[in-house]
Structures are given as C-alpha cells and as structure tokens.
C-alpha cells in the first residue's frame, strides 16, 4: 500500500502532479494542489514525484 503526501510549505501550486496522476487523487484547492481523495488509493506510480518541481511530494510504502 502506498501513501501520498504534498508538503505545502514547498508546493508552488503549478499543479503538474494532478495532470499526470492515474489514481485522480491531487487537486488544485485555488492555490496549491492537495491530496483530494483518499491517500492509500496511490498506485505508487511515483510521477508525481519525478514532475514535481520543489520535492514537495512524497510517496510512502506501508
Ligand atoms: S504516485 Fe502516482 S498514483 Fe500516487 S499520487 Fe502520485 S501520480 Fe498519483
Ligand atoms: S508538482 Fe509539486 S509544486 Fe506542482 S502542484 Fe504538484 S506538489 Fe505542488
């Protein structure tokens, strides 16, 4: 199982990660992407992470 998580002291709200995610988990809220549905639905694909352009996000294997 994997969780996903967007630190947002260091999300610049370009939401990038959101386009490419298969799971439709991230949102855009107005001013920075967040994690929207339910965190363990993370396939663990990681392309968030590789597109992410601060390191903000953060992929987590229980
Ligand atoms: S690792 Fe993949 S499935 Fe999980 S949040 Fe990132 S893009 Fe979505
Ligand atoms: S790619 Fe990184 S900086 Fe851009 S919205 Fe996603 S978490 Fe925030």
Redesign the pocket.
Known sequence: MFIVS??PD?????????DGCPAHL?K?NGE??EVAGEETDCMGCES?VT???????SINEM
């Not at 260091?10 to 959101?18: F, L, P």
């Open positions: 967007i630190d260091e999300c610049s709200g370009c939401n990038t990660c959101a991230l855009f920075k992407t968030c597109v992410c352009p601060t390191g903000a996000v």
